[in-house]
């Protein structure tokens, strides 16, 4: 049966006590995109810039969520800075294959057993280097939290596409 | 005669089981409630020895579900205060498709351009998202009731709020804050004004002696899975001659009087209303809960869920101090057994996560009462409601989870 201390590793708590990259960027430049979770009502903004190279300049995060959708938003915005869209991509399709439980734990039965993580999809990715994300492993165990991990996630592809758009 | 909760405990299957190897204290009744044996004993001799279509076949076993079926409408009514419940208890599939009935019936016949829709701002979706779809197809205003600081409604305004309304979308009790709204006296003025008053009774249905009669209002929506009863059976009651007077909302099997290659007469109440093959067992099982709770006595459902409250806002208080917040009205007499809480600096979905490590079941969220949930200036609430078999051990474990989510998460 997963621990509290699988869901809430030091690292997640400490950067939902400091939350890196937190506050706005003047909108234009910067893109704003926002998500909400609509199971618990939480709420991120991402704010923005990208240069002529697809290089995120700089990111900013807003808005309300419990510790693990701020703990992700913030090791986020830390990940991604300096990064190009493509190398982003790539992190943001690692970090979810990481989030994505196989379907087969969830034909087990009623009783709340190991989660399964997905390991093909995980492989796919290994060679992405994930840093302190590896800490929010964890959360593959609480089903109901996935969408928690994977709010600012969602919520930044959304921002770079609109951004590319609009380019 | 003073309510026994450990005897009514007894009586739920589900109380008897283990999570994380503790005692399960389930504090999410206005989610959903537990089920006694006597309703899951019902449905299933329903399948064992009269289970067949209803309305229909007429050999024995059919005539039989269909009279299991309509005796539960009639008990359904009774226990409302229905005037009519042969013709004014419709069965539908939970609260929200009562409300979308009403709307898409009722709303569709009589509202459009120049007139108005007043919602209280304390409403679940179910009571709000369907006048926003109406709207958009009739293009009449929507108007807001607002709220006092104690989330209670503010009706000092409501004889300007109500020129020009039609109906008036308004809970008897909160989900999110339990505040009991003066229905009786909001109903007089809507009359006044010429509205009619739909009314959420999801929350206060289960908990409260029920005369719809009493309240005046001209709908009633409530559900059957958060009064001990199964999932899947909703009630509409509404007012005969209103009604009558409605378009059929859902058509197919059942609901019609003739068709013909040119169109169709639709079918006599109820049955008008009630497309398809209705949900026959679960309106059986909904009869065995309304038994059981009659067996309690509504008014020691009430009584035992005040004294329950009161007693779990004063230990809460005791033991979190100034860190927690209730959100609602202060005095338990004023509100139902539903607790939204908030601890300083700790989001509602991690409180309740660790809450669930001593297996006591809270819900975080917005409890679909999104503008609710702006008013209070709040994203999100950890809520705990009591019902017939919570007892004062679950408010200690209660109090005990909090405390120590409080101290989890304290920096």
């Known amino acids: ?167 | 005669m003073t309510f026994d909760a450990q005897k009514v405990r007894a009586d739920f299957p589900i109380l008897e089981r283990e999570v994380k190897g503790r005692r399960l204290v389930f504090l999410d009744s206005a989610a959903s409630s537990q089920k006694p044996t006597s309703v899951l004993e019902a449905m299933s001799t329903y399948y064992e020895t009269i289970n067949a279509n209803v309305h229909r076949g007429v050999y024995e076993i059919a005539e039989a579900a269909t009279n299991a079926m309509e005796g539960a409408r009639i008990r359904v009514g009774r226990f409302i205060g229905a005037p009519r419940p042969a013709t004014e208890v419709i069965f539908t599939k939970n609260a929200t498709e009562s409300l979308n009935l009403v709307a898409r019936s009722w709303g569709a016949a009589n509202l459009g351009p120049g007139d108005a829709v007043l919602i209280t701002q304390l409403e679940h979706h179910a009571n709000i998202v369907p006048w926003f779809q109406l709207q958009a197809e009739k293009g009449f205003e929507i108007r807001w009731i607002p709220l006092t600081a104690d989330a209670q409604l503010d009706l000092t305004d409501l004889p300007r709020l109500l020129d020009g309304v039609k109906v008036v979308a308004l809970t008897a009790m909160s989900n999110v804050t339990g505040t009991l709204t003066p229905v009786r006296e909001i109903t007089a003025a809507a009359h006044d004004a010429g509205a009619i008053v739909v009314l959420d009774a999801c929350q206060y249905v289960p908990h409260l002696p029920t005369d719809v009669a009493n309240l005046g209002v001209d709908f009633a929506a409530f559900s059957g899975h958060k009064m001990l009863g199964p999932t899947g059976i909703g009630v509409l009651w509404g007012r005969e001659e209103l009604l009558d007077a409605m378009p059929p909302f859902l058509g197919g099997g059942g609901m019609i009087l003739d068709v013909r290659l040119d169109g169709f007469t639709p079918a006599e109440l109820p049955a008008k209303f009630e497309a398809g093959t209705p949900p026959i067992a679960e309106t059986i099982g909904l009869h065995a809960a309304i038994d059981y709770l009659e067996g309690l006595g509504m008014e020691a459902v009430r009584e035992h869920e005040v004294t329950l409250t009161a007693h779990a806002m004063r230990t809460l208080t005791e033991r979190l101090g100034d860190k927690l917040t209730i959100h609602g009205p202060a005095e338990p007499a004023a509100r139902g057994g539903v607790l939204s809480m908030a601890v300083d600096g700790i989001h509602p979905h991690d409180l309740s996560q660790v809450m669930d490590e001593h297996a006591v079941c809270v819900r975080p969220g917005h409890h679909c009462a999104k503008p609710l949930m702006k008013v209070l200036g709040v994203g999100a609430t950890a809520r705990a409601s009591f019902y017939v078999y919570n007892d004062t051990d679950d408010v200690d474990a209660l109090a005990e989870a909090l405390a120590d989510a409080a101290s989890f998460f304290s920096f």
């Open chain 1, 1 to 167: 049966m997963p621990g509290l201390e699988d869901l809430y590793r030091e690292i997640i708590l400490d950067h939902y006590r400091n939350p890196r990259n937190r506050g706005e960027l003047e909108v234009p430049p910067a893109h704003r995109a926002e998500g909400f979770n609509p199971l618990c009502g939480d709420e991120i903004v991402v704010f923005l810039d990208l240069d002529d190279a697809g290089t995120v300049t700089d990111i900013r995060i807003g808005g309300t969520g419990c510790s693990i959708s701020q703990s992700s938003a913030s090791m986020m915005s830390a990940a991604v800075k300096g990064k190009t869209v493509a190398e982003v991509e790539d992190l943001t399709k690692a970090f979810k294959a990481m989030m994505s439980v196989h379907e087969s734990s969830l034909d087990a039965e009623g009783e709340s057993g190991e989660e399964i993580p997905d390991e093909a999809a995980l492989a796919a990715f290994e060679e992405v280097k994930l840093g302190d994300l590896e800490a929010l492993r964890g959360v593959v165990k609480f089903p109901v939290r996935i969408k928690c991990a994977t709010l600012a996630w969602n919520t930044l592809a959304q921002g770079i596409s609109e951004a590319q758009e609009s380019a």
